[in-house]
């Protein structure tokens, strides 16, 4: 059964950061790139982030060098570290297998606001 459980959103101002933490069941975390993924209202999910099972990690073009994926295979547990946000930023987060399994979790909502 495939568990995804993220945590760690919240309201923070321009410029701020925050660090999202994903629980995930050892059956979609053994062996998987892992990533973040971002859906702003209207808008379609996105991948933002990944890293493979080996810790390589990729970024796309508009959080690279403010974003940071991390994993820790011994907990089963994926992390975004968020610096320099911005309201582009505001979304729903979640964590998935990169590609995907169709099953997601609740996610964890960050707002980018003054």
């Known amino acids: 059964q495939v568990q995804l459980v993220e945590s760690g959103g919240g309201l923070v101002q321009p410029g701020g950061s925050l660090r999202l933490s994903c629980a995930a069941s050892?059956?979609?975390?053994?062996?998987?790139?892992m990533g973040w993924y971002r859906q702003a209202p209207g808008k379609e999910r996105e991948l933002v982030a990944a890293?493979?099972?080996?810790?390589?990690?990729h970024y796309i073009d508009s959080v690279k060098g403010r974003f940071t994926i991390s994993r820790d295979n011994a907990k089963n547990m994926v992390y975004l570290q968020m610096t320099s946000l911005n309201p582009e930023d505001t979304a729903a987060y979640y964590c998935?297998?990169?590609?995907?399994?169709?099953?997601w979790g609740q996610g964890t909502q960050v707002t980018v606001s003054s």
């Open positions: 890293i493979t099972s080996g810790g390589s990690a």
């Open positions: 050892r059956s979609i975390f053994f062996t998987n790139s």
């Open positions: 998935n297998a990169v590609p995907a399994f169709s099953d």
